[in-house]
């Protein structure tokens, strides 16, 4: 039997079909690549593997207070969290920031009361301003 050429058969050459594998399957590595780090990440993260621990409580008015909370789970990753704290309520968490390290070492926060409601401002410098808001009582969030 006689080899024909491959484009008399309408196959292609061994590198442009290796060519098209590789192109066709890159989209399913970016995948698994993507959702191993992801997984890597949560599980650094997770609070069971690393707690946050209370760095400041600053109160808002009687019965009424903010803590923040930090923790680094990954080399110069550093993650902060806002807790409300009112009194006849469970903890309640606003928000939380995971920043480089250094996106901490001069930054402000403060915890005001609004209708009844707590806002967090926090101003990392290099990095857009955040606000926290506490839902409403009525809200069904708490």
């Given at each position: 039997m006689s080899e024909e050429?491959?484009?008399?058969t309408g196959g292609l050459a061994g590198w442009k079909k290796a060519l098209l594998v590789v192109l066709a399957t890159a989209p399913i590595g970016v995948i698994a690549f993507s959702l191993f780090f992801m997984a890597?990440?949560?599980s650094d993260f997770d609070e069971a593997r690393c707690p946050f621990e209370a760095t400041e409580t600053r109160?808002?008015?009687d019965g009424l207070s903010v803590r923040e909370d930090r923790r680094v789970c990954q080399p110069g990753i550093e993650e902060r969290r806002w807790v409300?704290?009112?009194?006849?309520?469970?903890?309640?968490?606003?928000?939380?920031?995971?920043?480089?390290?250094?996106?901490?070492?001069?930054?402000?926060?403060s915890a005001?009361?609004?209708?009844?409601r707590v806002r967090i401002e926090i101003d990392n410098p290099g990095?857009?301003?955040?606000?926290?808001?506490?839902p409403a009582l009525d809200s069904g969030l708490r």
């Open positions: 050429a491959p484009e008399a890597r990440y949560e109160p808002v008015r409300v704290l009112r009194e006849g309520f469970a903890p309640l968490e606003l928000g939380r920031r995971p920043l480089d390290e250094a996106a901490y070492e001069s930054y402000e926060w005001t009361e609004e209708h009844g990095h857009d301003p955040r606000v926290f808001r506490e």
